[in-house]
């Protein structure tokens, strides 16, 4: 029998695993020893949180970032045809979902591997439910282009096709940049067009916020170097 491969979320930022996801996460760590991850370093110091009392050395970790070959993913999987359950693990939010992980996943199907996802926080469904835009029709689109004008145009597009589609539109921004970034939605967007900044979701310092573009520009808010969720919805009313 194979073993599975669990997709355990990790936290968001600096606040204790335990605050924002269930028992069933420590207890999934509790008894599996070989991780994917994005950074080794990293994942060892969220493992211990969760775990105290879990054994480092036991820890068999393989790299899954931009530096990893795409042949040598496979072999990952390799434990989970050995009976051994293994375990995925995010950077930040849900495994698979604006992440690497999930080149991960597809293998395991194609190889008959039982994927087991479980629970804890997304950004992208956190902003979404705090937004007060439309939830049953929305999209992700990772980052906009850094080109002026290739921006401009792609802020345009998203504005048209949530009018059209009633379709929330969602990205992200390179944290340094966000300041700049709103500046150019309350510039380039119709007026009326609703913005969300949904900024450290699960954090103290958490600010989730929707107005106009009109409106937006007549606010000051400090969200730079802080991670943060952009929704924008032109609405047919």
Known sequence: MNGKLYLIP????DVPPLETMPLSIKRTIEEIDIYIVENEKSAR???KSVSATKSQSSLRL??????????????????????????????????????????VVRLAHENNIQVVPLVGPSSILLAMMSSGMNGQN?????????????????????????????????FIETPYRNQKLLEDMCRILHPNTRICLACDLTLQSEY?????AQAWKNTTV??????TLFIIQKDQK
């Open 10 to 13: 990790s936290t968001l930022g």
């Open 45 to 47: 110091r969220y493992i």
């Open 62 to 103: 393989f790299p899954l970032n931009k530096f990893t070959n795409p042949s040598e993913i496979p072999a990952y999987l390799q434990p989970c045809k050995q009976g051994i359950s293994v375990g995925l693990i995010s950077d930040a939010g849900c495994p698979g979902v604006a992440d690497p992980g999930a080149e």
């Open 138 to 170: 929305f999209a992700f689109n990772g980052y906009l282009p850094i080109d002026k004008a290739e921006r401009k145009t792609k802020l345009k597009q998203l504005e048209k096709r949530s009018f059209e589609e009633q379709q929330a539109q969602l």
């Open 208 to 212: 989730v916020k929707t107005k106009t």
């Open 222 to 227: 400090d969200f730079h170097k802080r991670p």
